[in-house]
C-alpha cells in the first residue's frame, strides 16, 4: 500500500514538475 502511494507520489511529483517547465516557457515566450 506504501509503495503504491510512493509510487503515485512521484508521478504526480514528475507530471507537476514537467507542467511547471511547460508554464514556464510559454510565459517566456510571451514575456518575449
Do not use: C, E, Q, W
Request: aromatic content about 10%; charged content about 5%.
Amino acid at each position: 500500500m506504501a509503495l503504491k502511494a510512493l509510487s503515485y507520489a512521484m508521478i504526480g511529483v514528475f507530471v507537476g514538475g514537467l507542467l511547471m517547465t511547460l508554464f514556464g516557457s510559454a510565459s517566456m515566450l510571451l514575456g518575449l
